[in-house]
């Protein structure tokens, strides 16, 4: 989904493979915004076999996959506040991904807001199919 991996996402079009799903990973916002690389790649996949997921459902015949990616919590050794200004101060996401239309640079705070909409989700989709399957 970064610079070279959205136009991959619509390389499947004329493909004959059956349907492919697209879950991003850190990596595929290095160099590029979150969240533009994120609609560009959905733009791209549209009206293709493609689904991009990103805290989004696939169906595949009676498949259902929820894709999302998994940012952490920052609570590995009990101390979030340490962990986002290690993770900050260390780590290339912090220093590569961009937000804002390109005028800021992630920060953990912004991936930990991330990870409890992912849970939300998750947990709200989990919540859902176990409400239909045992009414």
Same mark, same amino acid.
């Given at each position: 989904m970064s610079g070279s991996s959205a136009p991959w996402c619509g390389s499947f079009r004329a493909s004959t493979i059956?349907?492919?799903?697209?879950?991003?990973?850190?990596?595929? &916002?290095?160099?590029?915004?979150?969240?533009?690389?994120? !609609?560009?790649? %959905?733009? $791209?996949?549209?009206?293709?076999?493609?689904?991009?997921?990103?805290?989004d459902i696939a169906r595949i015949g009676s498949l259902t996959i929820l894709g999302t990616t998994g940012w952490t919590d920052f609570k590995l050794f009990d101390d979030p506040q340490t962990a986002m200004l290690a993770a900050f101060d260390g780590m290339?996401? &912090?220093?590569?991904?961009?937000?804002?239309?390109?005028? !800021?640079?992630? %920060?953990? $705070?912004?991936?930990l807001r991330r990870h409890e909409a992912t849970r939300a989700f998750i947990a709200a989709e989990l919540a859902k199919r176990a409400a239909a399957t045992n009414p």
């Open positions: 059956g349907p492919v799903v697209v879950v991003g990973g850190n990596h595929e &916002y290095w160099s590029t915004d979150i969240d533009v690389t994120l !609609d560009k790649a %959905r733009k $791209v996949a549209a009206g293709t076999n493609v689904s991009v997921l990103e805290r290339n996401d &912090y220093k590569r991904i961009r937000k804002n239309f390109y005028a !800021d640079r992630l %920060r953990p $705070v912004d991936t």
